[in-house]
């Protein structure tokens, strides 16, 4: 039977119209990206020569009955980063300068721009004329919403270089295009030489002090692969206990120098360069743009504003905390000594050991004691239980929608009251073809507007709430032949984080698709997804789902207990930590020269006033910081910080009203969630939180303040 290829169809015939992932072959991802360009340069064609005068709706917020192009790019980039092989990079190296030019030819049309500048300066003057409104010199009758999409389309352009003249603008074409292959390259190298690294045990007394948990997972990682003994990598978790648990100090040192010179020791996958190349590039776009630098141009559309606001945060920060990192190190050092002798030296590949060692001690608390009571299927319950239980919302899984990938399932999401929400998807576990990390994305956002059939066109056609389509990803422990997958504690707040991400995709409620769900300023976007990481702790919340997995028994309260009075252990030092990786992003793109010095010395210096702890020779984060390079955060690493500030305040407001208050949940959905990028961040917040917030409940959250 003729294979036919189901992207070309917008009508996929399966549940809630999700990907067919059962009937896409790898072959079907080119000639429908190919097509799919081509409608879309119909489309603004269309926008672009019509005879009639620009008007808000026949320019900005017209829409194609089909965007095929949004619809395609999104499956395959996704499974690009979750299910990724040789043939896909290969096809995205290929197709990315292609959809690059695309871009850059929409961003650059004149036509398009004028009909867009047309109605801009139409709408804000009739708002001015008209007196105030919703939107300071708008129309009294344009909503908040109408005018953010106009004001994003608008600036849009000129952000894009639509103004500049013809050889500079050929010049950001360039740019472009080779931004769009390196930071594809450098996330490909990451991962190839992320996956080229193996720690192969055969003698069993190289495995003392590591947990058997560490040790029947690495055992599973090997016969996985045909190998004798033991098989340790550099994914999470695999990586994170060997470095806290392992007694033999010579391989957590191998460890870690494998780690932390992943892309940087020569060869094809040596990402040097490639960092050089893409921040100077950035910068000499920024300046081609009008700006001084990267960061001037980046944060102009973030709640931050300014790089001296950024330092401003990272300086409070420091100024609090590094104090408090220095004496954590001191603790765990000279419990060190006491254990190996006064001359022990601390090196970066003994902090976790010995830090774990201090916390037993104190505490008597550690992730191999809590396991049993995280099994991942009672973790999901009690982390959807907790969105119905805040929002009244319920998760069904339906085996009928098609998954990627044998590990993917498939919820409906269903509101509370009954009518349809989104679709989630949850893909938890570490393989060759995935990134590292954790993240949330979406196979479609969700928008409000007129659904065209073949029947039904225009004005004609019914209005219908079209629900999101979310993805949550991530790298947990595994399951082993003998235990399910048992995570930790940090797994927990891992997943709460990223649903968090997902709630705010979820509960989207926008007209339209690029200001919905996730569509913010960037240094808004962790808020929905750090405050749900406070419930981690929370002993009302824990109640709900930790249990045993063999006995059923719940978590004792003394280990609650314990788990509370160590929740700031080492918090000093994780936080000067984060800073140290703000300060190195924005040294990278504060520069108004170009950068030629060597990466390894230019990042030693950046985040030297938050170096707590001697660094290994070779290695270097910056070839490895994918935040920063191939992701969404460069110029705004900052944004973890400045969104932990918020989330502090933010669920000192839940505490006030208990941790459960349905009242504050749906205030935080009504001015938050569902609110995504139509208005500013801070109005946003300021509505839920009726008041600005405060550095304040950060500090005593962890225990700087009293």
Known sequence: MEHINPLFNKDYGT?????????????????????????????????????????????????????????????????????????????????????????????????????????????????????????????????????????????????????????????????????????????????????AYELRITDREQLAGLTETAIEAAAAAAAEKGYEGWLFTLKAPSYGPFMTYAD????????????????????????????????????????????????????????????????????????????????????????????????FEMEPWDFSYYGHKLKMERYNIDSEMLRPYFELSRVSEGVFGLATRLYGITFKRNKDIPVYHPDVEAYEVIDADGSFLAVLFTDFYPREGKQGGAWMTSF???????????????????????????????NFTKPTPTKPALLTLGEVETFLHEFGHALHGMFANTRYASLSGTNVYWDFVELPSQLMENFAVEPEFLATFARHYETGEPLPQELIDRIIASRNFNVAYACVRQVSFCLLDMAYYTRTEPLTEDIVTFEREAWKAATLLPESEGACMSVQFSHIMSGGYAAGYYSYKWAEVLDADAFAVFKRAGIFDRATAQRFRDEVLSRGGTEHPSVLYERFRQGKPTIEALLIRNGIKK
């Open 15 to 195: 549940p809630h119209n999700t990907p067919p992932f059962d009937r896409i072959r790898f072959e079907d991802y080119e000639p429908a990206i190919m097509e799919a360009l081509e409608r879309d340069k119909a489309f603004i064609d269309r926008i672009v020569s019509n005879p009639e005068a620009p008007t808000f709706e026949n320019t900005i917020a017209i829409t194609t009955p089909d965007d095929m192009l949004e619809r395609v790019t999104k499956i395959f980039f996704n499974l690009l980063s979750a299910n990724t092989n040789d043939a896909m990079d290969e096809l995205a190296q290929k197709l990315s300068p292609i959809l690059t030019e695309h871009a850059n030819n929409i961003m650059f049309n004149r036509a398009y721009f004028e009909r867009v500048k047309a109605v801009y300066e139409k709408e804000f003057a009739a708002g001015e004329e008209a007196g105030s409104s919703q939107v300071e010199g708008v129309k009294p009758e344009r909503k908040a919403e109408d005018m953010m999409l106009l004001r994003n389309a608008y600036e849009g352009f000129l952000r894009a270089g639509v103004a500049l003249p013809e050889d500079q603008q050929k010049r950001l074409r360039e740019l472009n295009m080779q931004l769009s292959l390196l930071t594809l390259q450098f996330s490909q190298n990451v991962l190839k030489d992320t996956n």
């Open 248 to 343: 033999n100090r010579e391989l957590r040192r191998q460890m870690y120098e494998a780690k932390n010179t992943i892309c940087c020791k020569g060869g094809e996958l040596d990402n040097r360069e490639i960092v050089r190349q893409i921040v100077n590039l950035r910068m000499e776009r920024a300046q081609l743009l009008g700006y001084k630098s990267y960061a001037d141009y980046v944060l102009v559309h973030r709640m931050a504003e300014t790089s001296e606001h950024v330092y401003d945060l990272q300086n409070q920060l420091l100024d609090a905390y590094l104090e408090p990192a220095r004496r954590e190190i001191e603790e765990i050092t000279a419990l060190a000594r006491r254990m190996e002798g006064e001359a």
């Open 444 to 474: 479609k956002e969700q928008w409000i507007g007129r659904e065209e059939t073949a029947e039904l066109k225009g004005d004609a056609a019914p209005m219908v709430n079209s629900r999101p389509h979310v993805s949550l990803v991530m």
